[in-house]
């Protein structure tokens, strides 16, 4: 079993591979050439967006119940209906009048990698989070921000449990660190899906999901 965890960055995309023994980096600029064969893949980014009729997601609300002090971390994405307008401020306003609701910046200078995401058509490849699997995996969320360094030592801490490998060592212009050790986080928890258990949540039908490893009491 291999584990994929891909996170967006600057430049492109970051994949970390794991193996049970190595996590191995790759940088691309388009997402459709990481994908593996027979591998369990973790995608940090929306795919299945909101929708006018139904603009809340029931995965957004599940994993901010996971989070306390890291729930920032899931932002809300835009709604399908705006996700190919031309700018921000045209998506913005039929954003507000479609729902009575904006767009962050943020969400919006995601928009090109969610629109290549929701191109994807390969089995097992799941949106995830890694701040809610590092959650799942350790029993309790990190402490300390990613930006800082106490957060980046906190989880590598963890994937220390799983790998002697420090792919966030390498030196990038276009990648940060701490996109390298979310890609670390989701392909490390992707493995631990792919061996011992994959959860979906929330488990409504027809709701739009996230994928996290299974929690210790699920297994």
Not at 60 to 82: G, Y
Not at 135 to 143: D, L, R
Not at 170 to 195: F, H, P, R
Request: with cysteine.
């Amino acid at each position: 079993m291999v584990g994929v965890g891909i996170d967006g960055a600057r430049g492109g995309w970051v994949r970390i591979t794991y193996d049970s023994i190595s996590l191995c980096l790759t940088i691309s600029e388009t997402l459709e050439e990481l994908f593996i064969d027979g591998a369990m893949h973790f995608v940090d980014m929306p795919k299945d967006l909101g929708t006018v009729d139904q603009p809340s997601r029931a995965c957004d609300a599940w994993m901010r119940s996971q989070l306390v002090e890291r729930k920032s971390s899931v932002f809300t994405p835009p709604i399908q209906e705006v996700l190919h307008e031309s700018t921000y401020e045209e998506a913005n306003e039929k954003s507000r009048t479609l729902i009575s609701k904006g767009i962050s910046k943020q969400a919006w200078n995601l928009v090109p990698r969610i629109r290549e995401f929701q191109q994807v058509e390969v089995e097992n490849v799941y949106e995830s989070h890694p701040e809610v699997c590092f959650s799942v995996m350790m029993g309790h969320e990190a402490s300390h921000s990613k930006k800082t360094a106490e957060g980046q030592d906190e989880r590598i801490e963890l994937l220390r449990k799983y790998s002697k490998s420090s792919p966030w060592k390498w030196k990038m212009s276009n990648v940060q660190v701490d996109d390298i050790i979310d890609a670390c986080i989701l392909a490390v928890a992707a493995y631990e899906a792919g061996t011992s258990g994959l959860s979906l949540h929330p488990a409504e039908a027809n709701e739009r999901i996230v994928a996290v490893p299974q929690m210790k009491e699920e297994r």
